[in-house]
C-alpha cells in the first residue's frame, strides 16, 4: 500500500490528557468536546472515540455531514448549525440533536414533531441564536430541549462583555425546560465557576491551543507533522532559494527540500520564519513556501539524508505570534493529504 510522503504524528495521551485537564477546571460541570471541522482537522471519527475513551459524553459538530460520520460510534451528539429543511430526514433518524437557531428553525422542527434538541441563544456575539427576548416571549415552550446554550465573544480576554453575556445568560435560568445550560468554550472554562452552568464546550484546548495563556501549564500539543527529503542540495554563496528570490545563500549552504507546503496546511505564512527540528535540531524554513514543497537550512545535522523524516515545529501558540495566524487556522488549515500516525 503506497504511504504518504509526510504524516501527522498524533498523541492520544496528550488529547486524553486535555479533555481530563479541562473536565477537571469545569468543576461540577460536565465537559462536553467540540469536534466540528473534522476534530479541527485532526479526524473526527478518530478523535472522538479518544475522548469517548477518556469519558467524554457530549459530542459538538456544526452540520449533519459531520453528525452522520460519528453516527456509527452511537455519541450523544449536537449540531450547532441547527437544522434545514433538507436535513429533516437526517435529524428526524435520531444520529443527533439540533441546535435551534431562529424562529424558522423552530417552527420546522415543531411541524416534523421532533423530539429532543437543544437552543442556541444569542447574549451579544450577534452572530447565531434566539434573542433573549423571543426566548421570554415563550418561542421555545412546549420544546423537548435538552441544553439551552449560547457562546462567549471575548473569552480569551479580561473585558466588560464577558460579565454582560453571563448576566444574560445566567437571567434565563428556569425560563425555559431545559435541562441544562453550557456557556463555556475553551477559554470560558477558566474565567471562573459563574461561567461553566452545567455543561462545557471546549474545541481549541483539547487540540493543544492555548486559549488564555494562564491554561498553558494544562494543556500538552496534540499534533506534530513531519515530512520526509526529497533532496538535498548545496547552494553557493550569492545564489537564491524558492520562488522571488527572496533568500540568498551569504556562504555556501546545505539544504533539503522537504515534501510538505501550503497545500498541506504550512502555510505561505511560514516562509523565512519556520523551523522544522531533528533530533534536537532546529533548522531553519528559508524562501518562499510553495505548494508542495518546503526547504530548510541543515548544516547543523550532516547526517540527514533523502528520504528521512524531518520534524515540522507546530507549537500552536508560538505558530500564531510568529505568522499572525490564529491557532484555530493553523491546527483546521492542515490538509488531507498526510498519513494519520495515532499513538497508542
Not at 477537571?24 to 469517548?52: F, I
Not at 433538507?86 to 433518524?93: F, G, K, N, P, Y
Not at 545563500?249 to 527540528?277: C, H, K, M, P, Q
Request: glycine fraction near 12%; charge should be negative; hydrophobic fraction near 45%.
Amino acid at each position: 500500500m503506497t504511504t504518504a510522503p509526510l504524516r501527522l504524528q498524533l498523541d492520544t495521551q496528550a488529547l486524553q490528557h486535555n479533555w481530563r485537564a479541562l473536565d477537571r477546571m469545569s468543576g461540577r460541570a460536565a465537559c462536553g468536546a467540540a469536534v466540528k471541522a473534522d476534530g479541527y482537522g485532526l479526524g473526527a471519527v478518530a478523535v472522538a472515540t479518544r475522548l469517548a475513551q477518556a469519558g467524554c459524553r457530549d459530542f459538538f459538530v456544526s452540520n449533519w455531514l459531520e453528525a452522520e460520520q460519528l453516527a456509527p460510534l452511537g455519541l450523544s451528539v449536537s449540531v450547532l448549525h441547527g437544522v434545514r429543511a433538507e436535513d429533516m430526514a437526517a435529524a428526524l433518524s435520531g444520529i443527533a440533536r439540533p441546535v435551534l437557531n431562529t424562529p424558522a428553525q423552530v417552527a420546522r422542527w415543531r411541524r416534523a414533531g421532533g423530539g429532543a434538541c437543544d437552543v442556541m441563544v444569542d447574549t451579544g456575539m450577534n452572530r447565531l441564536g434566539l434573542s433573549t427576548a423571543e426566548i421570554g416571549e415563550g418561542l421555545v415552550d412546549g420544546l423537548a430541549i435538552d441544553t439551552l446554550m449560547s457562546h462567549l465573544a471575548c473569552a480569551d480576554e479580561d473585558g466588560p462583555m464577558n460579565e454582560r453575556q453571563r448576566a444574560a445568560f445566567a437571567g434565563l435560568s428556569g425560563r425555559t425546560s431545559a435541562r441544562r445550560m453550557s456557556l463555556a468554550n475553551s477559554a470560558g472554562i477558566a474565567l471562573g465557576d459563574g461561567y461553566r452552568f452545567d455543561l462545557t464546550r471546549p474545541g481549541l484546548a483539547l487540540y493543544g491551543g492555548v486559549p488564555r495563556a494562564d491554561m498553558a501549564p494544562e494543556l500538552r500539543q496534540v499534533v506534530r507533522p513531519e515530512a520526509q527529503v526529497i533532496q538535498q542540495r548545496l547552494v553557493r554563496a550569492g545564489e537564491t532559494v524558492g520562488y522571488d528570490a527572496t533568500w540568498t545563500a551569504r556562504v555556501d549552504t546545505e539544504l533539503a527540500i522537504l515534501n510538505i507546503g501550503y497545500a498541506d496546511g504550512y502555510l505561505r505564512a511560514f516562509s523565512d520564519r519556520g523551523w522544522a527540528n531533528l533530533d534536537g535540531t532546529s533548522l531553519p524554513v528559508i524562501g518562499r513556501v510553495s505548494m508542495d514543497l518546503l526547504v530548510i537550512e541543515t548544516g547543523g545535522v550532516p547526517h540527514l539524508r533523502e528520504g528521512d523524516w524531518v520534524a515540522i515545529t507546530l507549537d500552536l501558540p508560538s505558530a500564531s505570534d510568529a505568522t499572525g495566524l490564529s491557532q484555530y487556522e493553523l491546527l483546521t488549515s492542515l490538509g488531507g493529504r498526510y498519513d494519520s500516525c495515532w499513538s497508542p
